[in-house]
């Protein structure tokens, strides 16, 4: 199984960026998807995560409203559109799928991923 991600770079503030991640040795169709960063001197977080219904998802509240992610099972890609970037938006970014989905409380969760792209550095200018 290999994810590659693609798509990070330099880009101003409010600018955007959609990331890709093909997905090769592993259907998507039946996968919860996610996406993570990891800033420097951070620990890594789950940015956005989508079921495998693609009718739950999750959103770190610093990115509501600005990120998206989609998927295209025919193509065995995820996509995280990226819009109105902010310098702490900074960080290396790691694609993820595999596992079953996973609820605490109540809320979906990103949680429980098998496997992992190795990342894309995106970085934000101010």
């Known amino acids: 199984v290999q994810l590659q991600a693609s798509g990070g770079g330099l880009v101003q503030a409010g600018g955007s960026l959609r990331l890709s991640c093909v997905v090769s040795g592993f259907a998507l169709d039946y996968s919860p998807i996610g996406w993570f960063r990891q800033a420097p001197g951070k620990e890594r977080e789950g940015v956005a995560c989508?079921?495998?219904?693609?009718?739950?998802?999750y959103y770190e509240d610093s990115v509501k409203g600005r990120f998206t992610i989609s998927r295209d099972n025919a193509k065995n890609t995820m996509y995280l559109q990226m819009n109105s970037l902010k310098p702490s938006d900074t960080a290396v970014y790691y694609c993820?799928?595999?596992?079953?989905?996973?609820?605490?409380?109540?809320?979906?969760?990103?949680?429980?991923?098998?496997?992992w792209g190795k990342g894309t550095l995106v970085t934000v200018s101010s």
């Open positions: 989508q079921s495998v219904s693609e009718y739950n998802s």
């Open positions: 993820a799928a595999g596992g079953r989905d996973l609820w605490y409380g109540g809320s979906y969760s990103c949680d429980g991923k098998d496997y």
